[in-house]
């Protein structure tokens, strides 16, 4: 295929997602309406299964199947950082080196450090009553273990973080949201279907169905996920070096 080619095909691609993005903000509703037809429906589906938190009815109910793409996308990113970042064979591992920390610095990172890690497990836990949920929580949760780097060194994260119990801990998270979903299909309705449990209490930690489930499961995906995703950067920086003279 020619250069010139290649240019009319991404012209051609390029006018059309342009008419495309044209037509659709023409078919807008008038800045300011109060007429919300979706958000209307979601917020009468979510109360209707007793979810408080509409944004996690949305996300693991309404919408459940687009938030099982979302995580394969990060499941899928983060086998392929893996990949990418292996020793390579003119690589060496080397042991890491402590690094002097301000005491300032390392008071005020092993101090916040178990009060961000409880903050993370909490937003996944009340992900269905509040703001937040599993991939935020995940998230929190997991850059908190990361604060024993600044505050220790890079040793002291290696003890807390054996990266084959994330690795395990994110591929059965994945499995888990799979897993819940076709208990819907074996129960004889859909997949990913809000109906296989009692809808509980409205507001409370019971509550909403299946969603406190599939948010805990993206919640320990995410954590896994970013653990892994940081180990394979940090082991770069600190540990694998390249051989002398290569």
Known sequence: MTRRLRMCLLALGGAGLAALLVAACLDLPSFGGRSHPYGERAVRASLARHTANVIASVNFDQRAYDTLGEMSILFAAVLGCVVLLRQSRDEHRARPRPAEVAVPVRRYALLVLPVALVTGLYVIAHGQLSPGGGFQGGVVAATALHLLYLGADYRALERVRPIGVFEATDSLAACAYLVLGLSGVLAGTAFLANTLLPYGT????????????????????????????????????????EEKGS
């Open 202 to 241: 409205f507001n409370t930690l019971s509550s909403g169905g299946l969603v406190p489930l599939l948010n805990a499961a993206i919640g320990m995906e995410v954590a896994g996920a970013v653990v892994v995703l940081l180990a394979g950067f940090l082991d770069q920086a600190v540990e694998i070096e």
